[in-house]
């Protein structure tokens, strides 16, 4: 998994082969094999490991009921980007080779409906009662964790030029920006 990680991380998933996984790990391929049933297996438990990692990182922050609300997501996303920026090799496998190779890209796509529909349920729950059948949750949720996937890729590869602490910022005003705005359509449909 080490190898694997330092590979797909660092030279990409057209260099993380078994051959070269084997290598760096310093392994016999037959032990690769009693493992993992082949490369696409082992790619998709390094993107795992690496979901794991910042779900971990986003646990370990706490905030309490009587934050506002602004504060709670500036650590909630600071969270994210400390785990991103602290090795960047997690956004490399994150946010380009999760979607260049097409078994991971599959794995990505349904890793990410997950999140988005417990996005969307935390969302909905911290609004407090919410139009039945209504789908806008869905959309924000959908499009806070796609463009924030986007923002990371862009700062980590130098598109956007600010400080940790400024993207953070910024990325939480307009995280809660959204949400409120999310809620405000719901609201306004409800009334219809």
């Known amino acids: 998994m080490e190898a694997a990680f330092d590979l797909l991380g660092t030279d990409g998933a057209s260099a993380t082969t078994v051959r070269a996984v084997c290598h760096k790990a310093e392994l016999n391929p037959r032990y690769f094999y009693e493992s993992f049933a082949d490369l696409d297996a082992l790619l998709i438990a390094v993107y795992d490991h690496v979901v794991e990692g910042m779900s971990a990182?986003?646990?370990?922050?706490?905030?309490?009921p009587d934050m506002a609300p602004l504060v709670v997501a500036r650590i909630g996303i600071d969270a994210i980007v400390r785990f991103i920026d602290e090795d960047r090799r997690r956004a490399r496998i994150l946010y380009v080779e999760a979607v260049s190779n097409p078994a991971l890209n599959r794995h990505r796509r349904e890793t990410d409906i997950m999140a988005i529909a417990t996005l969307e349920q935390a969302a909905v729950e911290a609004a407090?009662?919410?139009?039945?059948?209504?789908?806008?949750?869905?959309?924000?949720?959908a499009m806070l964790i796609g463009g924030l996937s986007e923002v990371l890729l862009d700062w980590i590869d130098g598109r956007i030029d600010v400080t940790r602490e400024q993207l953070v910022d910024d990325l939480a005003v307009l995280?809660?920006?959204?949400?409120?705005?999310?809620?405000?359509?719901a609201r306004a449909r409800q009334r219809r």
């Open 57 to 64: 990182a986003t646990a370990a922050v706490s905030a309490s």
């Open 128 to 141: 407090g009662s919410w139009p039945a059948g209504e789908r806008v949750s869905r959309v924000g949720a």
């Open 175 to 185: 995280a809660l920006a959204l949400g409120e705005t999310t809620e405000k359509i």
